[in-house]
T-cell receptor, first 115, second 115 residues
Framework: GNSVTQMEGPVTLSEEAFLTINCTYTATGYPSLFWYVQYPGEGLQLLLKATKADDKGSNKGFEATYRKETTSFHLEKGSVQVSDSAVYFCALRWGNSNSGYALNFGKGTSLLVTP | DSGVTQTPKHLITATGQRVTLRCSPRSGDLSVYWYQQSLDQGLQFLIQYYNGEERAKGNILERFSAQQFPDLHSELNLSSLELGDSALYFC??????????????FGPGTRLTVL
């Protein structure tokens, strides 16, 4: 089936540290891949996405590259800020235009950035 | 603000009861999705509607049902509630299937507590 596995948290980093959150997927075909972020007490926000192999999604200093050969979509940021503290979810989209689409999410990785 | 609205924000009820959660999609979006976020199961896709019709189904219990109305708002009905149904229920919306950039935008969620 279509599933996503991401590293367990919590991850605690100091401000300006480098961030990597690992995400690997299992899927039939080549699904679109996403990273969503959930700030405390809020809903999910789309952070970035990639729709095909070798695509790089980027937003707010975060990046992730769709790697078909390693079935991975790791999230990276060169210098994290306290305001990046949140839960990050890796997701893949499955389905088609006839049956409809849905997102399968990983378990989420909690990130805490300390000053 | 994603443009997706959900009511109520919080709901506290007792086991065996029935509740209805409501979602209004972003203006112009035709698809609505329901997700459940719980501590033990994580974020799970429940069901999708497109222009009033059910399109994709995930791990939705038989005690749960949903519908999408002609004005495109959607309701998720949860009946014979159990303690384990306590969770955050998210609604998301997207434009019609088949579009290349068919992103899902999430509402703020309804927190259901079953006592």
């Amino acid at each position: 089936g279509n599933s996503v596995t991401q590293m367990e948290g919590p991850v605690t980093l100091s401000e300006e540290a480098f961030l990597t959150i690992n995400c690997t997927y299992t899927a039939t075909g080549y699904p679109s891949l996403f990273w969503y972020v959930q700030y405390p007490g809020e809903g999910l926000q789309l952070l970035l996405k990639a729709t095909k192999a070798d695509d790089k999604g980027s937003n707010k200093g975060f990046e992730a590259t769709y790697r078909k050969e390693t079935t991975s979509f790791h999230l990276e940021k060169g210098s994290v800020q306290v305001s990046d503290s949140a839960v990050y979810f890796c997701a893949l989209r499955w389905g088609n235009s006839n049956s409809g689409y849905a997102l399968n999410f990983g378990k989420g990785t909690s990130l805490l950035v300390t000053p | 603000d994603s443009g997706v609205t959900q009511t109520p924000k919080h709901l506290i009820t007792a086991t065996g009861q029935r509740v209805t959660l409501r979602c209004s999609p972003r203006s112009g979006d035709l698809s609505v999705y329901w997700y459940q976020q719980s501590l033990d199961q994580g974020l799970q896709f429940l069901i999708q509607y497109y222009n009033g019709e059910e399109r994709a189904k995930g791990n939705i219990l038989e005690r749960f049902s949903a519908q999408q109305f002609p004005d495109l708002h959607s309701e998720l009905n949860l009946s014979s509630l159990e303690l384990g149904d306590s969770a955050l229920y998210f609604c998301a919306s997207s434009p019609r299937p088949g579009l290349l950039n068919n992103e899902q935008f999430f509402g703020p969620g309804t927190r259901l507590t079953v006592l």
